[in-house]
């Protein structure tokens, strides 16, 4: 099988390109709020990550930063100055959040068409009505764009999804059943995974459990969207077994497939919403 590799880092990069000259041509600047509390290490990289991208297409992205002991009032009257500042068009709570705070609680205050990770209830509501007006949870958001960008069709295939979580699984498998994907969400408690597997043509996995879906398992011709992000020995790898590659038609490696298209989508989501303020 000659599997294609699905470069999300160029495919990323192209989208920002094109969110920088459409942003220069408007008559301000996107505003992007980042609420992150503590020093967590991964959410430190990520919230840089999107500090960086924002300022490479002249979006202004400005960081929240408070201290673990932070009070949920202390938040909830930030998340209610950003839901007015005009200035500001989109807003993310960095997750996860010290075990003290209502993350749930946190994210119900922003305002929806502010909320540029589609955390809100109302936005995934709109999701699950296939509502236009939703704003999508930037990585299924991201794993549906390269999906679209590689013209695979989608239609009577059958998805399976490995992991259920709010922010990616569970709008991923909405996502591609909108596109009329028959959708298996597995999850831990699944049984007979490797069975599922053998009968998907499109393999989401999302699951963060490195290398757990074997190339064995994998049916020749599928196109495997690997999610996870995990470390063996310090190198970065996937859910899905690398080697698994060799019988897809189309594969995202890890790492520079998924992960890259995870900040282009928020960025291009507090485009949109910039867009539809104003
Ligand atoms: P999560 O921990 O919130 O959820 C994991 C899901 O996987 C759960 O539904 C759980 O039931 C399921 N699961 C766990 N072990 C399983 C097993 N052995 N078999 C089947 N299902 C199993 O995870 P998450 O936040 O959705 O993240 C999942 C992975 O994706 C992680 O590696 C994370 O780092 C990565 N991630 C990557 C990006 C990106 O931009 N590329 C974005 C978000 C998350």
């Known amino acids: 099988m000659n599997a294609k590799i699905i470069d999300g880092k160029k495919i990323a990069a192209e989208l920002q390109d094109k969110l920088k000259n459409d942003i220069a041509a408007l008559p301000s600047s996107p505003g992007l709020g980042i609420i992150q509390v503590g020093d967590d290490e991964a959410s430190?990289?990520?919230v840089r990550n999107k500090l960086k991208a924002a300022a490479a297409i002249g979006m202004n992205a400005v960081l929240h930063k408070f201290a673990d002991n932070?009070?949920?009032q202390e938040i909830a009257n930030l998340i209610m100055t950003l839901n007015n500042d005009k200035n500001i068009n989109g807003m993310i709570v960095q997750l996860p959040l010290p075990a003290h705070l209502n993350e749930e609680e946190l994210l119900d205050l922003i305002a929806p068409e502010k909320d540029v990770d589609g955390f809100h209830p109302l936005n995934i509501g709109r999701l699950q009505n296939g509502s236009d007006k939703a704003l999508l949870a930037a990585t299924p958001k991201g794993i549906l764009y390269l999906l679209e960008k590689e013209k695979i069709e989608l239609t009577g295939k059958n998805a399976l999804i490995?992991?259920?979580?709010k922010i990616v699984g569970r709008p991923a498998g909405m996502l591609l059943l909108q596109q009329g994907c028959t959708v298996t969400l597995a999850h831990i408690h699944t049984q007979n995974l490797p069975e599922l597997v053998k009968m998907a043509d499109i393999i989401v996995a999302?699951?963060?459990c490195p290398q757990m879906v074997k190339a064995e398992w994998v049916k020749t011709g599928a196109v495997l969207i690997d999610v996870g992000i995990n470390r063996i020995n310090g190198k970065l790898c996937g859910d899905i077994e690398t080697v698994a590659a060799n019988k897809?038609?189309?594969f995202t490696p890890v790492p520079g497939g998924v992960g890259p298209?995870?900040?282009?989508?928020?960025?291009?989501n507090t485009y949109e919403a910039y867009l539809k303020q104003n």
């Open 44 to 46: 430190t990289i990520y």
């Open 70 to 72: 932070v009070t949920q």
């Open 162 to 165: 490995i992991g259920c979580s």
């Open 206 to 208: 999302a699951c963060g």
């Open 248 to 250: 897809a038609s189309y």
């Open 261 to 268: 298209m995870t900040v282009a989508m928020l960025l291009q």
